[in-house]
């Protein structure tokens, strides 16, 4: 079912995506804010640019974005796949404890902060291009992928990632010899087992995008994860 959202706000979008099918199209998006908040069990398309938080509190449904998004894709989603075929906003997976998102470019400030893994459930980010500084801020688990595909000369991560730092993983797709790491988190060359890792979710972000495979992976990768003396740890976890 296809959705004219041009003339719609989002309480009417979504309103029409609780009619009862299970696959709708929205198209002519314009900006509108909160588009699939809570939802679960659907398979969305849209057409145009959503606003921010996109699928926010998502809960197991499908969302593709033919295009870019804005701010806060994901926002605090417990479970679902959020696939961007573009670039998003700041601030993408704020608070995800569950589901991927996948981002075909690059993504802006402070991607996957607050990130956390709960219960069975570790969110993941994958983003093709590159990512704005703060990435990662205040990551307490889940699983951060960042491919560095697109062309442009940005480095693969801005200024400051990983800052507060206390939980879950990130993986680049480089040396990081060019990027600053605070010291309260620990880098190492990805081994075989961490490659072993994130291949499934790039083999899902190959597949989507139509990009190599073989190419993705054949590529140095560097694994960021808290150091163990990580005092930001004792700030935010309780003993």
Do not use: W
């Not at 190599?212 to 808290?226: H, L, R, W």
Request: charged fraction near 20%; include cysteine; charge should be negative.
């Amino acid at each position: 079912m296809t959705i004219d959202a041009r003339e719609m706000g989002y309480k009417e979008i979504n309103e029409a995506l609780r009619g009862g099918e299970k696959e709708y199209t929205v198209a002519g998006c314009l900006g509108q804010r909160f588009i699939g908040a809570e939802m679960g069990g659907l398979d969305l398309t849209i057409e145009g640019v959503p606003g921010n938080a996109l699928g926010a509190y998502l809960n197991g449904a499908k969302i593709t974005v033919r295009g870019n998004a804005q701010d806060a894709v994901g926002d605090t989603m417990n479970d679902g796949v959020i696939t961007v075929h573009g670039n998003v906003g700041d601030a993408a997976g704020y608070a995800m404890r569950g589901g991927v998102i996948f981002v075909k470019g690059d993504a802006g400030y402070r991607a996957g902060i607050h990130m956390k893994a709960y219960r069975d459930k570790v969110p993941v980010i994958v983003i093709g291009g590159k990512a704005g500084s703060f990435l990662g801020e205040y990551q307490a688990g889940g699983v951060i992928v960042v491919l560095g595909l697109t062309d442009n000369d940005r480095r693969i991560v801005g200024n400051f990632p990983c800052t507060g730092m206390h939980g879950g993983m990130m993986i680049l797709r480089s040396d990081c010899a060019d990027i600053a790491l605070p010291d309260q988190v620990t880098a190492k060359a990805a081994d075989a087992d961490d490659l072993e890792n994130i291949r499934g979710y790039v083999a899902e972000y190959c597949a989507e995008f139509g990009a190599d495979e073989a190419n993705v992976m054949d590529a140095p990768f560097t694994v960021i994860t808290p150091n163990t003396g990580n005092p930001y740890k004792r700030l935010y976890v309780a003993n």
